[in-house]
């Protein structure tokens, strides 16, 4: 890894190579031929006329400078920092969604539960910390009997706060302080009208509240986003569902096929459309990094870094999708303990370098990793099954 010009950066993948442009956040991807020429510029060595216009089309694109002297690329040191937490702070849900990622118990175990003066100990300690932002999830969240007080008391102590919901607890009270307090929302839309939605939440009468719900806080100028998840039965929905939500206003839409999740049964969900299976799959190098992401992720896995879920019961978990794993309990130790232990360093600095297949990939640095879905195909180190190119034939496949 060179840097080639002031924060550019040059990653030799096992066949093709990268060129990591941090000024403005592009990767190009250069070929066998182009990485041959890259190398020889940086060893020093004698060019061909040929060679050198290359050379002349990298330093037009401010790619390379001559008068820069080409050097191995040191990142910035950075110290550890957490940055996003999910509170998990029920396991109780009104709706039995088919695809549920947390199965088929939706009881939350009161007797085990953090209580509210724990969970205000937990967002002080956030505070404390600095953390980026914190997502409110469930379960269904609006069915805890404190989200009141934690949505409020996360405003006092100006933490940026995402409330993730099925929509359908979201009275007057609820908006009001949503509104008033600066809390985004998100949202889970499983189709385009109420026979599709709510036949997978199994809740008649969902669809309707979600919307009026939706289109309320965005007519307050509230920041709402929609989770779309995509299955077997809504796949062929799809465009209606698409056409639907971008007629909403929201702040933004993601659409996310289906996931399988060890012991889970969304392998009974998943869809059966070509077009929307390869909707799941990294197919071409459409990468882009920030030069602060790049330093970090060098020596970092970019899935579980900087991130950990606290559950109702006070345990600590990287994802919400791995749930296998756990740093220790809230009860037990600080969040600033448990960011300094043993257990949570392994995670946060699983990087490339020890998965296969990537670790000799030009992309490395600028890829987003997913474990828990490496892990569900029973390879801890392997690579995101949805990941599509070949490092050794510089290939993409179709998925």
Excluded at 108 to 126: A, F, H, M, R, T
Excluded at 137 to 157: A, F, M, R, V, W
Excluded at 224 to 230: F, G, K, P, S
Excluded at 285 to 303: G, L, M, P, Q, V
């Amino acid at each position: 890894m060179y840097q080639i010009n002031n924060d550019v950066i040059y990653v030799k993948g096992a066949k093709r190579g990268a060129i990591y442009d941090l000024n403005n956040g592009d990767v190009f991807s250069i070929n066998e031929d182009a990485c041959k020429i890259v190398n020889k510029y940086i060893d020093g060595v004698e060019l061909i006329e040929a060679e050198k216009e290359y050379l002349d089309l990298l330093e037009s694109n401010n790619l390379i400078n001559k008068s820069f002297s080409s050097s191995k690329y040191i990142p910035e040191k950075k110290r550890d920092r957490l940055r996003l937490v999910w509170l998990e702070i029920t396991q109780a849900c009104n709706m039995r969604c088919l695809h549920c990622y947390e199965g088929e118990n939706h009881i939350s175990d009161k007797n085990n539960s953090l209580s509210i003066d724990e969970w205000k100990q937990v967002i002080d300690d956030i505070a404390e910390l600095s953390v980026d932002r914190v997502v409110i999830i469930g379960g269904e969240p609006c069915t805890h009997k404190n989200i009141k007080d934690i949505l409020l008391y996360l405003s006092k102590k100006n933490i940026s706060t995402t409330l993730f919901t099925n929509g359908y607890f979201l009275d007057d009270e609820m908006n009001n302080i949503i509104i008033d307090n600066d809390i985004n929302v998100k949202v889970s839309l499983y189709g385009q009208n109420s026979d599709v939605h709510d036949r997978i939440t199994g809740i008649k009468g969902s669809f309707n509240r979600l919307v009026e719900n939706i289109k309320f806080l965005v007519s307050k100028g509230v920041k709402v986003n929609i989770a779309v998840t995509l299955m077997r039965e809504n796949e062929l929905h799809y465009d209606e569902i698409k056409a639907f939500v971008g007629q909403l206003n929201v702040s933004g839409v993601r659409f996310d096929v289906i996931r399988e999740v060890i012991d889970g049964s969304q392998s009974n969900h998943l869809p059966v459309m070509e077009n929307i299976l390869k909707m799941a799959y990294r197919k071409k190098a459409n990468f882009s990094i920030k030069k602060s992401d790049f330093d970090e992720y060098i020596n970092r896995n970019t899935c579980w870094y900087s991130k950990l879920v606290v559950c109702e019961n006070g345990d600590i978990l990287p994802c919400v999708f791995e749930r296998n794993v756990s740093y220790g309990n809230i009860r037990n130790n600080t969040l600033q303990e448990i960011i300094n232990s043993n257990r949570l360093k392994v995670c946060w600095n699983f990087d490339y370098s020890r998965v296969e297949e990537c670790k000799d990939c030009e992309y490395r640095y600028a890829c987003k990793d997913c474990r828990p879905l490496a892990i569900s195909n029973n390879r801890i180190n392997g690579k995101n099954p949805r990941c599509m190119y070949n490092p050794y034939d510089g290939e993409w496949k179709n998925g």
